[in-house]
């Protein structure tokens, strides 16, 4: 079963960071897969707003969150993190990373478009972004 488990959530002030860490099992970082990071505001839709191919950790990010958050991936770990810098309230939301492993779907899934079709989610973790 290919789990994920995020983490790293909190408090942070406009213009302050946070790293957001997901934690996948059941596959490793050699394997082909996708890591997508989707964010949740109450009463909005699910935002793809980044994500990583694993076997080659190219990313793309939405137009809202390019230029201020980075995903990079430790293999050892078989974790990737999210770094979230010059936040905004705005970027109050639940954070959710998602694993795809689904052949010929990756590419799919993470690209220019984030896509929802993920098959495996966390449970979320709480941004809140306020003075």
């Known amino acids: 079963q290919v789990q994920v488990a995020e983490s790293g959530g909190g408090l942070a002030q406009p213009g302050g960071s946070l790293r957001l860490s997901c934690a996948a099992s059941?596959?490793?970082?050699?394997?082909?897969?996708?890591i997508g990071w989707f964010r949740q505001a109450p009463g909005k839709d699910r935002e793809g707003i980044s994500c990583m191919t694993i076997n080659d950790g190219v990313t793309y990010y939405s137009d809202s969150v390019k230029g201020r958050f980075t995903m990079s991936r430790d293999n050892a770990k078989n974790t990737v993190y999210l770094q979230m810098n010059s936040l905004k309230p705005e970027d109050t939301a639940v954070y959710y990373c998602?694993?795809?492993?689904?052949?010929?779907?990756?590419?799919?899934?993470?690209?220019?478009?984030?896509?929802?079709?993920?098959?495996?989610w966390g449970q979320g973790t709480q941004v809140t972004v306020a003075s």
């Open positions: 998602a694993a795809s492993i689904r052949p010929y779907y990756n590419d799919y899934v993470c690209g220019p478009t984030i896509r929802t079709e993920f098959g495996s």
């Open positions: 059941g596959f490793t970082f050699l394997d082909s897969g996708a």
